[in-house]
């Protein structure tokens, strides 16, 4: 294999395949990057046999073939190259893969390409295609919810599915921790229709938003029975998708509270923000203290002081107290665009729903901390 390729466009490829390969492999195979020349074409992939990534880019090449090469090393070689430089990527016998520009060179040890696995392969009967600005909105509201926990692996990704509304049928994102959720619906796609839940892995949804971030395009997306394949101009991701059945997160979504409170986004934010300097280390617990047009936010640390500041509010309902823990109603609040975020409480011990003015589809739900 012999190709010549600019520096900016290898980079790029390396940036977003670099993510998939784990640092810490026990299987040799799985650390490599394989690269395969042919018909003016580079391709470059990396799986971790979970999910798989391949990218194809235009390059000139003197000399068809493929090899494979340690992922990580070859992006820290190419990211420290000059910006201009053209780089001749080489390899003879398979053995050692040469790196040249002018005045530079580098050999890398390298394994069979025939030993690397193709997880892209297989039937995919369902599938439709979605703006990436429309994904990565369902990606973006939903993704900090995701669980990290994986005694409940079911809930380390985003449910995906369709569900029909009173106003038709629409495409949903749902993630949910167990301590809040995420729920966020947009238009449904053309054959997206009756779609089954599907859970996709949270490593998954970070790779796919690396590539349709800032990426005004259509993403083809692919379903079969226990994978998903995305299809981004000149990108495939393949993965796996998560077992087990996602909870039904209806029955958690209260439908009575009835105390609103209604509070100026940027405002709440910045006090929340302040207030939670003096939180706890361990549980980051905030406390409302609720009565008529007045919200009082306070904090208490053993080991420092305390903290409290008052908001003009407008506020329907008994006097309340209830606590939160404040990271979870941040990572809530830095999501609502509009000028004003709006809280539906019971009480002190029931889920709180939060909602953005300026988006009717999105509903967020926290639970209360016992303060």
């Known amino acids: 294999m012999k190709a010549k390729i600019k520096k900016k466009k290898l980079m790029q490829a390396l940036s977003h395949l670099h ?58 070689i190419v990211r420290k190259l000059p910006e201009a430089s053209e780089i001749e990527l080489e390899s003879k016998e398979g053995k050692k893969l040469e790196i040249k520009t002018d005045k530079i060179a580098f050999s890398l040890m390298c394994l069979p390409p025939n030993d690397f696995p193709d997880i892209h392969s297989g039937d995919f009967p369902k599938g439709f295609e979605i703006e990436s600005t429309n994904l990565c909105r369902l990606i973006d509201k939903t993704l900090f919810s995701v669980s990290t926990e994986e005694t409940r692996y079911y809930l380390n990704g985003i449910y995906l599915h369709s569900i029909k509304e009173d106003n038709g049928e629409v495409l949903r994102a749902v993630a949910t921790d167990g301590h809040r959720l995420s729920r966020l619906s947009a238009d449904l796609p053309v054959n997206a229709n009756n779609l089954e839940g599907v859970i996709i892995p949270r490593k998954t949804v970070i790779e796919l938003k690396k590539i349709i971030d800032n990426n005004d395009t259509l993403v083809k997306v692919q379903i079969a029975k226990n994978k998903i394949k995305f299809v981004v101009n000149n990108i495939i991701i393949t993965s796996k998708l998560l077992d087990g059945a996602f909870p039904d997160y209806a029955r958690v979504i209260p439908n009575n509270n009835n105390k609103e409170l209604i509070i100026e986004t940027k405002e709440f934010v910045d006090a929340v923000d302040r207030v939670s300097t003096l939180s706890s280390d361990r549980t980051k617990a905030i406390k409302f203290n609720i009565r008529k047009s007045n919200l009082e936010i306070s904090a208490e640390n053993p080991d420092h002081g305390s903290a409290k500041e008052n908001l003009n509010v407008h506020y329907s309902g008994d006097d309340l107290e209830i606590g939160f823990n404040s990271r979870y109603l941040l990572d809530i609040a830095k999501q609502i665009n509009g000028a004003n975020i709006k809280f539906l409480m019971s009480d002190k011990l029931s889920p709180t729903l939060i909602f953005d003015d300026d988006d009717k589809l999105a509903l967020y739900l926290l639970m209360p901390m016992h303060i």
Do not use: F, W
């Open 19 to 76: 993510g998939v390969v784990e640092k810490r492999n026990t299987i040799p195979i799985l650390a490599n990057v394989l690269l395969e020349a042919k018909d003016k074409i580079i391709s470059l992939a990396a799986t971790d046999m979970e999910i798989a990534e391949i990218e194809s880019i235009s390059c000139e090449v003197l000399q068809e073939g493929s090899i494979t090469t340690p992922a990580h090393v070859l992006y820290d």
